[in-house]
């Protein structure tokens, strides 16, 4: 997923609902200030991540906040970069969809080329309230790392997973899972499983560190069996509940397993995560499954990017075994991501936009939920399209000059997916989908124990200790290594 030297580079992650508008340039009959016409922009739509320990690297509070940086934020909010939303609109109908309007683009646009004026201090709005600390309210069960983890000043990206009793007596319905990393910055995403309390103990601390290294999702260890998963944060995602009436299973005795992916800073870190999860009043009515497009992540797709390839391009397809529901979507590519597209196309030939991001940023990454479920009958076939950019060109290639980059867990490695939340849409597409759920299970075991995904971990692990030692010669370098060619 990220490195986090570059998930600073954006000059904001302003977090917006569209709100409100402003007059355009040729209706004025006055110059825009910042008390009347910008401070209103920003605080509706900016400050709730541009303010004091979130997630933008700067505030945009006060007037020398903003005008320091005024036309840094007129061209990224005038290309549309910020406030950061990346599925494209009518491509999919999304709830809280983000983004300015012409109107307001224009009034931060007018409002520095003028010069930047002030305005009254008697015409500034009141500064939004927010909820501080846990954004869904106060959890039913928090859990929290049970010591720090340092994170090196430098060195590759680092995959670690740490194992959090959950102390239940009775098995419980999980409606949400909110995620709260210690040391922002360090922390690119984070997967959540479940595994049988205490099948972990022989391994963490083993190599005399808190948890312990991996980056294969514990659910899938079968030595930790029964597992499951419960969800997954990553940079930019925005806590959310499940649907009224859709619950995830976490079973008393269980122990959760955060695995983090942690990036140095150039200085050294601690991290301390905790999660709040928050239970549901009653088991649901349907069980919630994630189906992706491209398995692993794209793995066995065949990602082999030359240096200098401008639109590397892997498609995948998925044909839905039952009638579903489709709740939520995201995607996940690294740093040379370009362009995600993914369209159902039903029995009928009729086709339904899923989700199509034309500028795929790493260092902003949200699940999509659709304003209603998008109903897919049995057999509707899911095509999905990935394209790379590994040129000179992509302004967030991390290696200069351009290397050639494959599969793998490394940030400057690549892998590419889309993955589809959804649910059944009657008791007999349940009863289908539980059908097909034992062949998709063995086909995935299948696939995992593979030459090919094997070749694939193998080439991965090989390439990060070649990263590993290429940090042990250069003592004390703190930037990304892209490794060789």
């Known amino acids: 997923m990220t490195s986090g030297r570059l ?45 004091p320990g979130e997630a933008a690297p700067f505030p945009l509070i006060t007037y020398q906040d903003v005008a320091k940086r005024g036309k840094l934020i ?16 009518g491509y999919g109908e999304f709830t809280d969809e983000r983004g300015l309007t012409d109107a307001q683009i224009a009034t931060i646009r007018d409002w520095v080329a003028g010069g930047m004026p002030r305005g009254s201090a008697a015409k500034m709005p009141a500064l939004p309230t927010f909820t501080e600390g846990w954004q869904l309210g106060t959890p039913d069960l928090v859990l929290e790392m049970p010591e720090p983890f340092a994170v090196p000043a430098g060195g590759p990206d680092i995959y670690r997973n740490f194992v959090l009793p959950t102390g239940l007596l009775e098995d419980k319905w999980v409606r949400a899972v909110e995620f709260r990393p210690g040391t922002r910055k360090v922390v690119h995403h984070s997967i ?9 103990a022989k391994v963490v601390g083993a190599d005399g560190k808190p948890g312990f290294g991996g980056g294969v999702p514990a659910g899938f260890i079968p030595a930790f069996a029964p597992a499951g998963e419960l969800g997954l944060w990553a940079v930019g995602t925005t806590p959310r509940a499940l649907p009224d009436g859709l619950a995830v299973s976490l079973p008393k005795g269980s122990d959760l397993v955060l695995q983090l992916h942690l990036h140095p800073t150039g200085k050294p870190e601690l991290e301390r995560a905790k999660v709040g999860i928050y239970f549901a009043s009653a088991p649901p009515a349907r069980k919630i499954r994630e189906l992706g497009v491209l398995g692993f992540f794209g793995m066995l797709a065949g990602i082999d990017i030359p240096p200098g390839e401008k639109n590397f391009t892997v498609k995948g397809a998925l044909t839905l075994p039952a009638d579903m529901q489709v709740l939520s979507v995201m995607a996940h590519a690294h740093y040379l991501g370009k362009e995600f597209k993914a369209t159902a196309t039903l029995p009928d030939g009729s086709t339904r936009p899923m989700l199509w991001i034309q500028d795929w940023d790493f260092n902003w990454q949200d699940r999509y939920f659709y304003k209603q479920p998008v109903a897919l009958p049995k057999g509707t076939r899911i095509d999905v399209t990935i ?20 599969w793998g867990l490394q940030s400057t490695d690549e892998m590419g997916g889309v993955r589809f939340q959804m649910v059944t849409a009657s ?37 990060n200790r070649e990263m590993e030692e290429r940090f042990r010669a250069a003592a004390g370098q703190t930037q990304p290594l892209c490794g060789g060619q």
Request: hydrophobic share 40%; proline share 6%.
């Open 192 to 200: 959540f499983h479940y595994i049988r309390g205490g099948s972990a």
């Open 7 to 51: 998930a600073l580079v954006p000059a904001a992650l302003m977090v917006a609902a569209i709100s409100g508008s402003s007059a355009t340039s040729g209706s004025r009959s006055r110059a825009v200030t910042f008390s009347e016409d910008v401070a209103p922009i920003l605080y509706a739509n900016c400050v709730s991540c541009h303010r």
């Open 427 to 463: 008791d007999a597409a349940e009863a289908d989908m539980e059908k097909a759920a034992a062949g998709i299970r063995a086909a995935v075991a299948k696939m995992a124990q593979s030459e090919a995904a094997q070749d694939a971990i193998k080439k991965a692990a090989e390439r």
């Open 387 to 406: 394209s790379w950019d590994n040129s000179a060109d992509n302004p967030r290639n991390p290696c200069n000059p351009p290397r050639r980059v494959q």
């Open 74 to 89: 007129a061209k990224v909010t005038q290309s549309r970069q910020m406030p950061p939303w990346h599925a494209a609109h």
